[in-house]
């Protein structure tokens, strides 16, 4: 793989066979050509690399759910007591290797008591499994460079002799960090395991998890349901153990080859029946654009609720009210795992006297509404003042013989002339100029009626003057 | 209270609603009510706009039943002030369910506008669908949920099932049919929700509907000014499950009392009506054959 550095095209990586003809990553690409003029040559691709340790850390999920990336090329997994799911420390190690192996990449593993030392032993070192509390032993004879500080400090550090970690160790701390700093002394003391850090995984850990893994590849449909069923019925009683319950529920499935899939539903109010849930599952998986494809089968499923929420059983009052709203609330919550978030709408009113921004709809998945703006309320006695539907946007129309400054006589609209018989208006709704400039056209609107009875909401936009022909458009439809 | 409201006035001194049904609810009109013996609740009533350009009308008139049907239950004796407002409870949140094809075509629902109308925003829960066969699915959970009072489903077009807003032409599949509105009904009849399915540009289908309406604007009796006055609209019953079919009638609908006004009861109506006011049983054959 070759790259660019500065001026000079350099190999930035090399296969097995380059590296055992004696080609290493930094020398320059006319040098390697010099020595081997038929070199295949790939132009390195960082992002695409990015890309692929982006999966690799989606598909590691299986293993633990705290997974970090370290750069560059490496992931960090933190597998603090779930080793025995695999098998053991060492079986857990050879499925990472095998399972990177079938995706055609060489992986290098190190197990260790803290993340420093596991970078520093499979960077530096030949990896391997270490026993816990064996840290120091175990990288006493790495090089200089598994400190991975500044080039000068590594250069200090060469002139004073060191040559290995196990020479720091051995000299006083307190003279070192006045020496080559406090940076090289942390470093050394987490590398060595003495210091506790902890990884930042890149999905945070879930409120409430639970999970199962299959011995074979499972595909078979009702089968993956009711293992989905089970786990929720598990997580259930986690939450009832707590006294939650919870408003999102996540199934990630994980399939063999390492593609990972995931799913989730909402609910509005918070819940832990089975039954409930299982029947949003069942509503989001058939409405899936994409169909859950379980290729050669799914290796484990996990269940994950992100946040628990305080779930207090509520007194049905006298007329059974409390049942009427938790049913519509999950009338609603089925209705947004159907069909989607952005298809189940409130209305919402907004402090704008234009028309299209006067009422909003807002996804009901949205939460609680905020009751700052109420809607207008027209006289009493007085026939509507706004149409019953809006288009958006306004619809162009034909006005002919029309008088200046009043409503249409008639107008043409979709090929259909309509004869006006009654009119009311104008009513003068100027743009907001904060948001629309201060160009834009003034509307005249009217109440029109025609022949047969049919109510229109039309306005002029621009006025006689302002603008050098006013166009017409019908905005909506009375009832 | 205006003179000329003397509909209003009778429908007060009466002293309650004409309609004493068990579960039903009326239009607000004595005649309509007691020539079809009201409106069942916990059913579905087709509405049929006559014309394309009757859709908004169609909706309106859904919507207003909508909220009939969600005022004042039967066993709430809620009575009428000395004005003749019912005193009501709201029972019940409205679900509007609309085709994106419709929307598109006749406007999407503004809430100033149901406001204009006298049904608050607030109670009305929007559900866009694609096409038919999710309206119907989307109809079928809301009619099984018992905190809902109301469903309004609006489609355009019959069917063939997949096809978007197509009228049929021919034989096919279609999405509303006997089967389809039977389940509807016996959702709606477990759980009290009332249903609406309004059709624009759609022909009367053999139904498990408990009524069809059929619905054009009408001309509005005029406000001050020869201004546009209150929805108006021309209401055929083209089938009940008791009687009063192939009638006619032109209403108007009151805001301020939510309930219906037969247009030909108001004394000192404008004569720029070109329509005279028909007698209420007047049959509406001729009429059906008219449309197309």
Known sequence: MVGRRGAARVIEACDARALELGLRPGTALADARARFPDLAIEEADPAGDERLVARLAEACERFTPMVAIDPPHGLMLDVTGCTHLFGGEAALAAEIVARCGRSGLTAKVALADGPATARALVRFGDGGIVAPGGSEAAVGRLPLMALEVGEETQRALRRAGFRSLADLDAHPSVLFSARFGEATTRRLAEILGRVDRRITPLRPLPDCMVERHFPEPLVHSPSLRETLAHLVDEAGEMLERRGQGGRLFEATFFRSDGVVRRIAVGTGRPVRETAVVMRLFDERLAALADPLDPGWGFDALRLSVPAGEALTARQPTLDGRVNEDRALSDLLDRLVARFGRDRVLRFVARDSHWPERAADVVSIAEGAPREDVAWAAPLPGDPPARPLTLFDPPQPIETLSEVPDGPPMRFRWRRVLHEIVRAEGPERIAPEWWRDGADAPTRDYYRIEDAAGHRFWVFRSGLFGEAEAPRWFVHGLFA | MALHDMGSVRR?????????????????????????????????????????????????????????????????????????????????????????????????????????????????????????????????????????????????????????????????????????????????????????????????????????????????????????????????????????????????????????????????????????????????????????
């Open chain 2, 12 to 292: 007060g001194w009466h002293g309650g609603e004409t309609l004493r049904a068990a579960d039903g609810f009326g239009l607000g009109v004595e005649a309509i009510d007691e020539r079809c013996g009201g409106l069942a609740r916990a059913a579905v009533h087709e509405i049929l706009a006559a014309g394309h350009d009757d859709a908004a009308s169609a909706a309106g008139f859904a919507l207003a039943l909508a909220e009939r049907a969600t005022l004042a239950g039967p066993d709430e004796g809620f009575g009428r002030d000395l004005f003749g407002r019912p005193r009501t409870a709201e029972r019940g949140a409205i679900c509007w369910i609309v085709q994106d094809y419709l929307a598109r075509e006749a406007g999407a629902l503004h809430p100033p506008g149901l406001v204009g109308l006298g049904i608050d925003p607030a109670r009305v829960t929007l559900v866009r669908v694609r096409d038919m066969a999710d309206g119907l699915r989307a109809a079928d959970e809301a009619a099984r949920c018992r905190g809902l009072g109301a469903v309004v489903l609006a489609m355009r077009g019959d069917g063939p099932a997949g096809r978007i807003g197509a009228s049929r032409i021919g034989g096919g599949p279609r999405d509303w049919d006997l089967t389809a509105s039977r389940r509807l009904a016996l959702a709606a009849s477990a759980s009290g929700v009332t249903l609406f399915v309004v059709r624009v540009a759609a022909g009367a289908v053999a139904s498990a509907a408990s009524s069809r309406w059929q619905v054009r604007s009408a001309p509005s009796r005029p406000a001050p000014a020869n201004a546009p006055g209150n929805p108006a609209f021309r209401v055929a019953l083209l089938r009940h499950a008791s009687r009063g079919m192939g009638s006619e009638w032109s209403v108007e609908w009151n805001r301020a009392y939510r309930a219906f006004d037969l247009v030909s009861d108001i004394r000192g109506a404008a004569s720029s009506r070109p329509v005279a006011a028909l007698p209420a049983d007047r049959s509406a054959a001729a009429d059906l054959r008219r449309t197309a």
